[in-house]
Each structure stands twice: as C-alpha cells, then as structure tokens.
C-alpha cells in the first residue's frame, strides 16, 4: 500500500472527477457542539491513498471539488461522515455509495464492519487497535496514518466487486435508491434544529413543564454552539427535567442554580424573551400510540412476512424494514395512509407488495 500526505490542492489536482472517490475521515465528536474533522482519507482505483490534515491545510477549495464528482463517493457506515461533508461543505456529492448497506443487500447483516467486510470480500485482516487513538493530537503517529489509509484502500477495492455482486441479482437500482434516501435524510437531520421532543423521555413530559423544558433546551443549544462545547456538557437531560419540575414557571430561578462559568448563564438576556415564547407555543407531547388488537395482530404477521421475504431474498430484515417503517404500516388504516408508508415505496413496495393487510 502507497500513501502520501496531501494539501488541500493537491487533492484537487489528484482528484479524477470522472472515476468513483473511496473516502473515510476521522473525527472526534462528544466533547464539542458538533464533530471536529482530525484526518481525511481519500482513494481512487489504482492510485495511492491520500491524507489530509485539516490542522494545516485549509479544505474549502477540496469541498466544492468534490461536490462535482460524476461518480459516487463511497463510504462505509459512512452517515456520520456524510454529516460532516454536509456541515463543512454546505452540500453533499450527487450519488453516495456506503458499503455496509451494499452488503446488507446481499447477507443478512445489515451492519458489518469495515473489518469484517474486508476479511469476507478480500480475505484480509485488519488491526483496528488505532480505532480509538487521540486523532487530534499533533503529531500523527505512523501507526495512526497506516491505520487511517488502510480504512480506504481496501474500500476502493471492495465497491466494485459489491457492484458486481448486486448487478448479478439485479439490485443495482435498490442500493443507489437506498444511499439517495441515506443522502436526503442526511441533509434534511443536519439542517433541522434540536426539537425539544429529542430530550430523552421526552414523551412522558407533563404539559405544564414542557415550556420550561423548551425554553432551557434552546437556551443550551445556542450556548453550545457559540461556546464549542457539546450541549450534554454543559445541561445534561437529566439536568433539564429536574429544573423544569423545580421552577416551572420561573426560567431565572432556575438558571441560577448553574455554575457561573457555564456558558448557559451568559445567555441571561435572551431568556425572558425564550421563555416566553415556548410558553405561547408550548410543544405537543411526541405521539406515543399504543396499538389496539387488530393492529397487535397485523404486526405479528408484518413481522413473519419481513423475517419469511428476508431469507427468501438474502437481504437483511432491518434493511427490509426497520421499527418505524412496520409501526407506520401497522397502524395505516386506509389506502390514502398506506400510500404515505415507506414500506409501499420505491424499491420496498415490490415485496411489500405481496403483504396481506
């Protein structure tokens, strides 16, 4: 294996638009507000792997490049690392292709490793002990750089042979649907805001806390993103139900009872204001139906037709179907609401078709 550290022009240079990108990065996420990019991996078939530092060579010019491939830009469980492309790029390539759910089309694991993949497609094995290494402490370690290209080199070997595979069954179509829909909801979580209805057990929020609750949730997500500290570090949920139970009506009180150098406190100004308005717009509790006999009944024969259809097929049963897709289909009454489930659309709707409601 050939690698080689790159700048941010030498990617652009290196970069053949037209031939699909085999791309990894690493990154550190859980101590700021959003992921911090430590490393870039790229690698195209027949050519060496390239890293890239972001600590030294600035990517703007590197991110609107790659927003002109022609061809996929390929990944492997790659959703996190799509949402940082989409955060710093401001876009996302046209066609994505992740491995792991290539796969999932093929066995019936819908999550396999990049380890695993490798040593079943190519029989070789990987060290995965530089998995969790500090990559962003300067400088990178040997053994760091070897472990970060060996994670692209093998996928750009990989993705033709899964193409191959898919093409044989005639799954081609399903996989680039499934990574567009993988794309659009990439997009779609990265740009939406917290809601407050993502505060663990949210759902059993009674009513007359629930604007204390949102208003403290707002409150800390503009702190963490100006402060560059993960929101959980600065309230944790736990935090955020207690106070809301404590001083429901009374955001002041409650906010005195944090530390004076968290950065919450500083957000003083706009808490009345807040407060208020989550007061005026207080959210609806998130809906948590609980299905009636018949629909109990329609769930136990979903659940025998997904696990039936999955072994015919030899595609995995979460990718078939995951717990929201059968709840949504479980609890459609009426064509007009079936037509709306995920399950009746695109490349689904062929072997769900066959389902008996």
């Known amino acids: 294996m050939q690698w080689k550290i790159a700048s941010a022009s030498e990617l652009v240079s290196a970069l053949d638009l037209e031939k699909f990108v085999a791309y ?6 859980g101590h700021f507000y959003s992921a911090k990019l430590a490393l870039m991996q790229l690698r195209q078939v027949g050519a060496e792997v390239l890293l890239c530092d972001p600590e030294i060579s600035s990517l703007q010019n590197f991110w609107q490049h790659l927003l ?6 390929v990944v492997h469980s790659g959703e996190q690392d799509l949402e940082l492309i989409y955060r710093l790029a401001g876009a996302l390539p046209e066609t994505v292709a992740d491995c792991q759910i290539a796969f999932a089309f093929l066995s019936l694991t819908r999550k396999i490793s990049y380890a695993d993949l490798c040593k079943k497609i190519l029989s070789v094995e990987i060290d995965k002990t530089q998995c969790r290494s500090d990559w962003l402490a300067r400088p990178l370690s040997f053994e760091q750089l070897r472990y970060a290209a060996l994670d692209v080199f093998y996928l750009a070997e990989i993705f033709p042979i899964l ?15 499934e990574n567009a829909n993988l794309r659009q909801t990439v997009m779609q979580r990265t740009a939406k805001q917290e809601h407050w209805f993502n505060l663990q057990n949210a759902v059993q929020m009674p009513y007359k806390f629930r604007a204390m609750a949102e208003a403290l949730l707002q409150l800390r997500e503009i702190a963490a993103r100006k402060s560059d500290i993960h929101r959980s570090k600065l309230l944790s949920d736990g ?11 009374d955001i002041f009180s409650a906010l005195s009872l944090l530390d004076e150098k968290n950065p919450i406190v500083n957000e003083l100004p706009l808490a009345e204001e807040i407060f208020t308005s989550a007061r005026e717009n207080i959210p609806n509790r998130p809906r948590n139906t609980a299905l009636n006999r018949k629909q109990k009944a329609r769930l136990a024969r979903l659940e025998e037709f997904i696990s039936r259809r999955s072994l015919e097929l030899q595609i995995a049963q979460l990718l078939l179907a995951n717990k929201n897709d059968k709840r949504q289909l479980v609890l459609a009454e009426d064509e007009e609401e079936r037509s709306k489930c995920r399950l009746l659309q695109g490349w689904r709707a062929e072997i769900f078709a066959e389902f008996d409601f």
């Open 68 to 73: 002109l491939l022609s061809c996929p830009l």
């Open 239 to 249: 935090q955020i139900w207690q106070l809301a139970r404590e001083y429901p009506d």
């Open 163 to 177: 193409l191959d595979k898919l093409s044989a069954l005639g799954r081609l179509d399903y996989f680039y649907e």
């Open 24 to 29: 990894d990065s690493e990154f550190v996420r």
